[in-house]
């Protein structure tokens, strides 16, 4: 049961308490077309990724589908990247010319298939669409804040 400290500081104790839906938020990171669907960037370098990648959306399926129920908030971050490369330093640019193999080292670039989340967990129209020029989701975006805004 919770207690308060201080006089003002709740402290949740219990596990029902910390994972009420009003307090709790479902992060499906990066799941584009690029990293996880056939066709994509990823499964182009290798195809023996995909089954893992076919595992993990099958999963955050019906994970998405059991939060979207209990009403949990969703929010999505999307890996995004711009034609002119204008959010990437020469030396990350270079890293992803030798990781791709390719003399256009941009993928999740915005507007285009592979930056869209893949079909099986589009998002709907009240659900957070985070887009993030880099690896982590907290540098540079407001995901803290939308997760402190709302008690998260």
Not at 25 to 30: F, G, M, N, T, Y
Not at 43 to 64: C, P
Not at 90 to 100: H, V
Request: proline share 5%; net charge neutral; hydrophobic share 40%.
């Amino acid at each position: 049961m919770s207690k308060t400290i201080f006089g003002k500081k709740e402290v949740l104790t219990t596990l029902e308490e910390l994972i009420l839906p009003q307090r709790t938020a479902l992060i499906l990171v990066d799941a584009q077309n690029d990293f996880c669907a056939p066709g994509g960037c990823f499964a182009q370098l290798d195809s023996s990724n995909m089954e893992l990648m076919k595992l993990y959306v099958d999963h955050s399926a019906r994970l998405l589908a059991a939060a979207r129920r209990m009403r949990i908030m969703i929010v999505y971050t999307q890996a995004t990247n711009y034609p002119t490369g204008n959010f990437n330093s020469a030396p990350s640019l270079a890293r992803k010319i030798e990781y791709l193999n390719s003399d256009r080292p941009l993928i999740c670039v915005d507007g285009e298939w592979g930056h869209q989340i893949v079909d099986e967990l589009k998002p709907l129209p009240n659900e957070i669409i985070i887009k993030k020029h880099r690896h982590n989701s907290f540098v540079g975006t407001g995901l803290d804040m939308l997760l402190r805004s709302n008690e998260i």
